[in-house]
Nanobody, 123 residues
């Protein structure tokens, strides 16, 4: 089992920045690719970004490309999502997930989920 705990969400004005963190415990963190997903009210959960086990490969949703950056620190068992130039449409609960590869995570094939952290962007 892998336990994932997100933090760093909050309320920010449009154009601002936030950095989300996801701390992992349990099985070896470096064995898993990691990803961020989000779910806005009344919408389905959607892929945001994923990163390979060593951090050499990343994928992004078109809606966040160029504004969000995913990274990981295997020594700290943590994955991050730096969010810049935030827009009201980025408002959602953001979830951390672990899976086999960054590519399969992009297809929502996940092994483990965190509990989520709320991000609210005001206009």
């Amino acid at each position: 089992q892998v336990q994932l705990v997100e933090s760093g969400g909050g309320l920010v004005q449009a154009g601002g920045s936030l950095r989300l963190s996801c701390a992992a415990s349990g099985r070896t963190f470096s064995n898993y690719a990691m990803a961020w997903f989000r779910q806005a009210p009344g919408k389905e959960r959607e892929f945001v970004a994923s990163i390979s086990t060593a951090g050499l490969a990343t994928y992004y949703a078109d809606s966040v490309e160029g504004r969000f950056t995913i990274s990981r620190d295997n020594a700290m068992n943590t994955v991050y999502l730096q969010m810049n130039s935030l827009k009201p449409e980025d408002t959602a609960v953001y979830y951390c997930a672990a899976g086999q590869t960054a590519a399969t995570l992009r297809g929502s094939r996940t092994n483990y989920w965190g509990q989520g952290t709320q991000v609210t962007v005001s206009s």
